[in-house]
């Protein structure tokens, strides 16, 4: 895995976290709460490709 993208992930996760304070400081809890889920949306489809390779690579590794 690059390192890039764990920071990419890293930095998502750090602007979602700051988001969701500031959202839900003003009484906004149901777009706090949706940012939350739009961040968690974007990072799994960067890491599904790396997860699928996992996969392969399993396979490939067994034979199976």
Known sequence: MEIGVVFQIAAVGIL?????????????????????????????????????DLFSMVQSLFQL
Request: proline share 0%; no cysteine; aromatic share 8%.
């Open 16 to 52: 979602v976290a700051v988001l969701n304070q500031v959202l839900n400081s003003v009484g906004r809890s149901e777009q706090a709460t949706m940012t939350t889920l739009a961040g968690l949306v974007i990072v799994l489809f960067w890491v599904i490709q790396y997860i699928s």
